[in-house]
Structure formats: C-alpha cells, structure tokens
C-alpha cells in the first residue's frame, strides 16, 4: 500500500530526449517540465485551465500542462516549445509569428505556438473560423489576436507551398525594394 | 498551485480498479482524464485521500458504430469523438464533442469521467438523453446497465455505487419506417469555449414529410439535471413542423427549465435563452432530417 507522498517513478520522453524520475504524484505536468527538467518556455499563466500558457503537445495532443498530473506522462512524448526551433533555426511557425509581430510582452506565446502545432499537424489548411476555433483556448491580453489568426494563416500557406520562410522573406523584402 | 498529498494507484483493469476503490473507502475518487478533478483538487475543494488512475487501463478508448446502435468506451476523448465516424452518421454528436470546452480539455476529457461528474451544466447528458441510452458499469459486485434517466440522480450526483464506475455509454437511435427521417441538433451557448454553457438546448426528431412523428427534447444548464423536456416533445409529436409548432414546443420546453441566476445570467435570461436554444435545435434537427448539411458549433455570446 503507498503512502500519501510517496514517490512514483516515471519515463518520458521530452522534446525527443528521455528522463526517468520518480516524482511525487501530485506534481503537475508543467512543474514537472519546469522544475524538475527546467524548460520553462512553458508558462504558468492562469493555474486554473483557463488560459492555455502552459499548453504543450502530450502524444501529439495539446493540453494544459497546468491541468495534467505529470504521471500522465508516464510512458509518453512531450513536445514543449524548447522542441521546436531546430539547430538554431525558428520552427516555420515561430518564424511565421516573429515576421506578424504576433505577440507583444510574449507571455502567452508558447502556449499559442504549441495550439497552432496540434491544428496544423490536424488540419494544414484551416479556415479563418477554424484558427479561431482552434485557438479559443488560449487567451492573449496584448496582441487582440487578428496578429496571430494572420501568422497561422501564414504558416499554414507557407507550409503547403514549401517555401522555407526566409526565401519567402527574402524574395518580399527585394519586391518591397 | 498543486493538489494537496495523496496515494497513487494505478489499475491495470476496471476490476481491479473498483476493488481497489470499495476497499480504500469513501475519500477515494477515480481518476479519468482529470479535466474536472485536478482543477478541483488544486483549489484544494477536493482533496481525496487516494487517487485510483484508470488511464493505463487499456481498451476502454473507442467508438463503435454498428447501424443505429453507437457504442463508447468511458475513457474515449471528447476529441476523438468530434472526429468519428459515429459523430458523421450522427451530428449531434459532433455537435456537441467538438464545442465541450476547449480543444486543450477536449483533448483530454472523457465522455465517461464527463458523466460520472454530473456536472449540471455539462454537456452529454442533454444529448444522450434525447436517444435511448445506457451506462454500462463495472463494481465490485460485478456488471449491471443502468439508462442514463435513472443514472443521473442529482446535481454531481449519480447511480453509481461505491467502487464502481463507468464501463461503457450506449446510445441507440429509434428506429424509423422507410418514408421517414430523423435528425437532431445540440446546441449550447455559453461566455468563452473554456466554461460550461449558460444554457443548451438538444433536439431529435423523426419526420415524415413535413409531419413530426416522434420527438424527444432535452435542455442543459437549467437545472440540478438535465431535463427530459417532455411536454415540448409532445407538442411537436404527430403535428406538421411550421413556425407555429415550433414556438409552441420551445415555449413548454423553457417552462420545463428551473434556471438559477448566478454569475452566467439570471433565471429569466437562462429561460428565454433556453427556449430560443430549442427553437433553433428543432429547426436545425428538422433540415438535417431533410437532408440538408448544417454546421453547429458551441456559440459564445
């Protein structure tokens, strides 16, 4: 019979690296990501499963990291926004947001990039309504979000035509010029 | 914030799962996707002495569809049930999956922890109870179905005795003779996607022509239960579907209501948002009947 406290080991996987922990089982999944493994690009915004900063991929799926027991990671994949800039080089969706200033104090940011990860993997052209829909849960107090609805947007066309965004930048910049 | 100390046990089945929860005792609770209990436990209002996890219980994820008869896991994801095949055939279904919180929760919560918690706002039990339905439990005296109107008892409160929980969801949809159709609507309004609906409001309805044959209204959020609106039902059975009838059946089905003013709207503004909710469900339920493709989602307002 455990006791209240005890520690439970767990093996994850996160941002393709593997950790083996034993943790108290009352820690929650974003603790675990910022404490325990100190990638705190995921955010505590709310606490309450209300505002979606903390927002990362668990097998694939976005949730609120602030709402999961890390346990429920056990045996499973995280992706957290330290996962997505590769050697150096923005994530398209990153870059999508840097180039529509989709953010201001940032804060919210992770947590909307993570969000635009699961519906684009889902759904790689999506409609206005459904880039509204898919970012309900998210909230930004700075940007009023028609920034961010144009960045997904934009990654999204960007992703279809297979331009790597700087090309793209680039070939804007010298038609501006 | 965090949930205060507790003991972890893992199930491997729901068997083993419910022996485990009739011996712990009473301050134990089942943990399912946590969408309702981790929130409540980090505001320290539940604080269980032992959590007995059901996520590594396998095969208890899935949507079965076989003719009239859909079948669920109590641990299938409202997600995964938006993106069924059932939820196609169904509409309803999908109505009412695809707006249950936000894409974050819908992720993660499950039909069976969703009707477990009884929440009287919650969002299935208004749907299923327009179909005949069933709740497959599994306790620690064995199996035994239970319909979804005797499952629902009270506000947070339902049939399920200690130890036991949810196995599987039933939903059957009437059977219908050839010259008729049938189809239904959910739909809910509510602030944002990441609260429950101030009001909602689902419709099935079996239609030959333009004459309503059989009816089955039902509304959310306005009341300790969902509520059975069965005077509504009644006034749309056996009676030609024009504007008349369908505001007659709105109005007995907002009388049926017993809305509480709290921070979501007053009791009045919950009843008259209730019978416009029925209003637009039977309308929207009567051109999917006809065949016509509508889209329904959550509408915050």
Redo the contacts between chains.
Sequence with gaps: ??????R?AIRVTVNGKRHEQEI?????LV?YLRETLGLTGTHIGC????C?AC?VL?NG????S????A??A?QGEVTTVEGLAKDGELHPIQQAFKDHYALQCGYCTPGLLM?TC??LARNPSPTQREIR??????CCRCTGYQNVFDAIADAAKRAAADVPPEAERAATSAGER | ??????????AASLEEAATMLQQLGDEARP?AG??SL??L???RLARP?D?V?L??VPGLSYVRHERDEVRFGALTRH?EIADSDAAARFPILHDCAAGI?????R??GTIGGSLAEADPSGDWAPVLLTHATEVRCVGPGGQRTVPLREFILDAYTTALGPGELVREIVMRAPPHASDERIGGAYIAAKR???VYATASAAARLTLAGDVCRDAAISLGAVGLTAVDATEAAEALRGRTLGRETIEAAAKAAAAAGDPQPDMRGSAEYKRVLAGALVKRAIEIAARRARGEQVEV?HE?A
């Design positions: 019979m455990p006791e209240a406290g005890d439970v108290e089982p009352r820690q929650l603790d606490d309450t499963s209300f979606g927002t668990l799926a976005s949730v609120k602030c709402t999961v027991l346990v429920h056990d969000s699961h519906l829909k898919a970012i309900a849960g998210n | 914030m965090h949930p205060g100390r507790f003991r972890y046990h893992r943990l946590g969408q981790v929130p436990m980090k505001l002495t959590l996890d996520a590594f997600a919180g936000d894409v974050q929760v992720n993660r944002c996607a990441q989602s915050y």
